[in-house]
């Protein structure tokens, strides 16, 4: 029977570019889950001087195509500037590996999405953000389903664990139903810090735990 991957595809998955975690990095994003089948974290140095991506790294969970193009989306950013780098399209990563089955054309998607929220977190960081809109109980909410829950592998809206959210003159309150300890109530407040701190119109995030 035929493979469904082309060689470089295999190649890339069997000896993928870039792998692993920056200590410290200037932009970090995780987009999909485990739950879903598909995750990928990415991972971003940037030259501050030239506004260059100087390193990329990535971390995958799932299938040949999501690590095949998690690779290839290093490999096409490094080096290039911030505003390159967000222009970077699926159908160029996918054209690169000379193909991905249709059914997995979505596994290019999601290591865009992680290079340019990764690229958006540096920017939040840094005050670069062009488009200031104003923080809603949406854009909240769409964040926070970014978090994961480690015991379901889900986010924590779709797990159904953020009970509150409350967006008032640039404090954000966030509760979730776990008691806070837990043992991955620690993890999980961190991972909604770093969701939420960067966003240029909040000046403090609570975190409430429903004991």
Not at 20 to 32: L, Q, R, S, V, Y
Not at 189 to 201: N, P, V
Request: hydrophobic fraction near 40%; charged fraction near 25%.
């Amino acid at each position: 029977m035929r493979a469904p991957y082309n060689e470089t595809v295999m190649e890339h998955f069997r000896h993928p570019h870039n792998v692993g975690k920056i200590e410290n990095p200037d932009g970090k994003a995780t987009e999909g889950s485990p739950a879903c089948g598909d995750m990928v974290s990415v991972y971003i140095s940037v030259d501050d001087a030239t506004k260059t991506l100087s390193d990329v790294k990535f971390e995958s969970y799932g299938c040949a195509s999501n690590i095949a193009t998690g690779s290839i989306i290093t490999e096409l950013a490094k080096g290039k500037t911030l505003d390159e780098a967000k222009k970077i399209t699926w159908k160029q990563a996918s054209d690169a590996l000379g193909g991905l089955p249709p059914i997995k054309a979505h596994c290019s998607v999601l290591a865009v999405e992680g290079l340019r929220a990764a690229i958006q977190n540096y920017e939040e960081k840094h005050g670069l953000i062009k488009d200031k809109k104003p923080t809603t109980l949406e854009v909240v909410r769409q964040r926070l389903r970014k978090v994961m829950d480690p015991l379901t592998g889900m986010g924590l809206v779709r797990a159904k664990l953020v009970q509150e959210i409350d967006v008032n003159d640039g404090v954000v309150k966030v509760v979730v139903d776990l008691p806070s300890g837990h043992q991955f109530a620690s993890a999980i407040k961190q991972e909604i810090h770093e969701k939420l701190d960067t966003l240029w119109d909040i000046k403090e995030v609570v975190i409430d735990f429903i004991e």
